[in-house]
């Protein structure tokens, strides 16, 4: 079964969330503390966690990027009272698949944490999810970088490269869609999963990381292309692919 980890420190907003996630399925298993919550996810990891930020013990933040550090393709949802936009870049750059601001509604967290867990699965052209009778790896080669988006795993002259779970979402997103002018716009809203988003920033930051991290030359990109006024395009021909039987 599906389990929802949930770390939060009020008792009254753990029994509306058991609530709210149980009615559609998921287990759900209570952290009320940053450490606590590290604890249970380490013991048995999750399907996704919900996550306040002001947690007693441990930070939320702190909490967000040790999660991701120990499991990174396992989604985080962060709850918040904060606005700030500030706030939300920072999170999202430390691996949060979405963030969500009190008060919410319950649907629409129900909605975004279902979102998250299947962002990244394999889909039909309908865009219906299927689960595939065998493992299949989803490789990516360019220059000398090879990437294997199904264990999570890059590589570059041999040599193992970190990345971190949005940055394989990002690579991935190009990868599927090479040559083609992507707007900072439609990666927010298909890589992150905003569709109103107040800054694009996050999306500048994360190309300036994977030119860092896969281009010979950063400073003078040969895959990660700015397109002035556009957005980016990957400029490689190479797809992702399942390796042959």
């Not at 689960?131 to 990437?147: C, K, M, N, S, V």
């Amino acid at each position: 079964m599906e389990t929802v980890l949930i770390v939060e420190d009020s008792r009254a907003m753990q029994r509306t969330l058991r609530r709210l996630f149980e009615s559609d399925g998921l287990q759900v298993r209570l952290a009320s503390d940053g450490v606590a919550g590290l604890e249970s996810f380490k013991k048995d990891t999750p399907s996704v966690v919900v996550l306040d930020l002001k947690l007693p013990r441990l930070p939320g933040k702190e909490v967000c990027r040790a999660l991701k550090a120990y499991a990174a393709s396992v989604p985080i949802v962060v709850l918040s009272a904060n606005t700030e936009v500030e706030d939300k870049v920072l999170l999202l750059e430390l691996g949060a698949d979405d963030y969500v601001t009190k008060p919410f509604s319950p649907k629409e967290l129900l909605a975004r944490v279902r979102r998250a867990m299947r962002r990244g699965e394999p889909t039909t052209p309908h865009g219906t999810t299927v689960a595939p009778e065998t493992p299949q790896h989803e490789l990516l080669a360019f220059g000398d970088i090879r990437i294997d988006f199904t264990s999570m795993e890059a590589a570059r002259a041999g040599k193992p490269i970190i990345l971190t779970t949005q940055e394989f979402k990002l690579l991935k997103f190009f990868a599927r869609s090479p040559g083609r002018v992507i707007s900072r716009e439609e990666l927010l809203n298909e890589v992150w999963g905003y569709t109103n988003y107040p800054t694009t920033r996050t999306v500048d930051n994360y190309i300036l990381r994977l030119r860092q991290k896969l281009e010979p030359d950063p400073a003078n990109p040969r895959y990660f292309m700015t397109m002035h006024g556009s957005g980016y395009k990957f400029a490689c021909n190479s797809v992702v692919t399942a390796p042959e039987k």
